[in-house]
């Protein structure tokens, strides 16, 4: 087997999941906000998101969720989906899923594949192997080169530049989720920015273990970026998320006691709960940047997977995305770094 690398092979029950799991979130914030629960599970989760947010996005979350408890059912519906059905005295925890009306059938067959894929954990955590002289240590996605092709904001009162972000949020071997936010300033349209090798994100390998292959994901989002917070959203939204990819690692046997057993995700599920960040984030952009007095523009969003086959040291793998969106194109030249 060899590494490789590529756009994320989208798992239809990561992304059907993820979304659910965005819809149960707005019901906990409305649960949260409006009724003052704050039970264990999705609730509890969304009291430590909300307490993380700066004080002008919290202020405007308060005035969504009041509004939000105030919509007829044909709107709720919309909004939350099937948890309009879960009554107020059921608390949002690992039971309510069997409240919902059922998945498509394709999605029930690959969670019940996923299911099976439960790794028998060791008796304790191994002792970290001796160092090699030439191994993979990091996982880096860099940026090389990138234009704004079309302005997002290219309209007859203002010049066609865009103010250039990425925001980048990772899932490493072992289920660790973190999010990053770089800044390349006001770039006019047509403009070619080449940049050397600047590092948007990078995954740590943990080497207390031999197991391979290991399988990591980087989802970037191109934001145009007006005057918002949407780092401190994605930040607190991000310990919403890890507790998910936790869960689902502790039912397998990955997480033993609060501490990785050395077991790499095995890639049919890191693909999986990559699709539930991509779903789960996907579905959570339009809201969060609804919540900013001026918003920060999502451009385009995309999702880059690395198995490595072993901790051989090999060439990086270069590649070039075009996020379309909201009426702006940038053209962004990357690589998968290894060192």
Known sequence: MSTTSGALMVSAAGLAEGHRAF?????????????????????????DFYRNLPEPVRRNAEGYFKKQALLDRSQRVAVMGPYVQIGIAMPLNERT?????????????????????????????????????????????????FTVEKSNDDTWRTRATDTVHFAVTTLSEKGTVTTKLSKFGSRDEGEVVKVDDVRLASIELDRSSTEYPRTLSFKIDAVEKDDGNYNAVLQAAKEYVQAYVTEALIARGIIVGGMWVGIPIPPPLANYLASYVKGWFDSAVDWIVGLFDNPDDLIGTYTRTVTLADDELRAGIPFTHRFVGNDGRWKVGMAVMFR
Not at 36 to 44: I, K
Not at 113 to 138: K, N, T
């Open 23 to 47: 819809q149960e979130f707005l019901l906990a914030g409305e649960r949260y906000v409006v009724a003052g629960l704050a039970r264990r599970g999705a609730e509890e989760r969304f009291g």
């Open 97 to 145: 899923a069997a409240a919902l009306p059922p998945v498509n059938s394709a999605v029930r067959s690959e969670l019940a594949a996923l299911r099976g894929e439960i790794v028998v954990a060791p008796g304790g955590v191994a002792a970290p192997p001796p160092p090699r002289a030439r191994s993979v240590r990091h996982v880096d996605l860099v940026l090389q080169e």
